[in-house]
């Protein structure tokens, strides 16, 4: 098994092209003294959108690491897999999330339910136990989950196989689904996930509240705070309790841009001597779109013709991401109203400063799932990001380390 870092931020790279940009928002951590590995998450379904495999990303990683001259922990993660996608990444990836939230709610066997309960159904009444569940609901919660705990162990025995070593980063995530899952029933999972051998470093629940792409945490932020506790005190009680790896930690998915949330969230780590694993993939791709139009000129045109694009296949980017976007079409700009912005004005709307009044929530969260209109422009679009290289690097950079790294970790 590979260790992971007690704090680790998923930075994803859509394009492959802002690895440096990225390891310098690390380097302004390190500066401050925070330890913070960087993960390059890419699911399948980005992998498709943008025409790039597993291998690309592997290859993007390492050069950026490489012409950096950075020695900083990095991984490359197989994000959101499942047995039928797992092949394609085994080779060139160090950190898997085994996606398991289709089978929650599958039915297990009768008699898994009832080995488990004579295994740990007296777990979370005994003393000293991080949250509490009666006998009865023990079981519904183990009737929900053990299939999607069963699923895990066939991904992570597969990848093992695949690999011929356990030399990687298991996370388990169980967040695109409908219901959020309490402490009590992570406690389960945790259980469950035991007693089928995957040694879980991360687990990405699905919290309560709505996390959108692109923009900040809607919900009620003392209940989140009051539930994210609890999970934390289940995760740090889970390894000497259950027998799973030391390391393990809490992921947030679509973790980006949670601005009010990253205080309370680092509070707690720390009060808690916790760890913490962060996926902010998307915000990096919303920032090259930023960096265009704040270079002016040609790099204006390209924000602008992307924007457009995506205004007119509003319905077929947003699909994929139905649950995870909540855009009002009345509020998005018509493109001949962009086609006249400056670039201060384009860059108000898309850039997350809450306190401008020319940003556009919708706006952003449209363009954040907009990339596979990027990339059908291919080299046209990758050209643009060459020759507006500064300004892209900057705010890729700042937003990384300002809004992101620096909320989170520095004390
Ligand atoms: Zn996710």
Redesign the pocket.
Known sequence: MKLIEKYSIGTGDRFGRQGAAQIAAFRKAREQGIVAAIVWNK?SREHMFIGSSPADQREAADRAICAARWNGPYHVDA??IGLATVERFAPFCDYF?L?VADFIGAKPDTEAVDEFMKLHGGLLSEQGAPARLDREAMQAAASRYLAAANQAGKIYRRIVELRGADDFITEV?M??TDRPQSPPELAVILAALADQGVPVQTI?PKFSGRFNKGVDYLGDLGLFMSEFEEDIRVVKWAPAALGLPSSLKLSI??GSDKFSLYGGIGSIIRKHDAGIHL?TAGTTWLEEIVGLAESGGDGLVMAKAVYRAAFEQIDQVTAPYLTVVSIDRQHLPAPEEVERWEGGQFVAALRHDPSNPGFNPDMRQLVHVAFPVAAKMGSRYLDALAANEPSVSRNVTANLWKRHIAPLLLV
């Open positions: 699911s994000d959101h999330t996606d995530s967040d695109e990405a998915h679509s996926k």
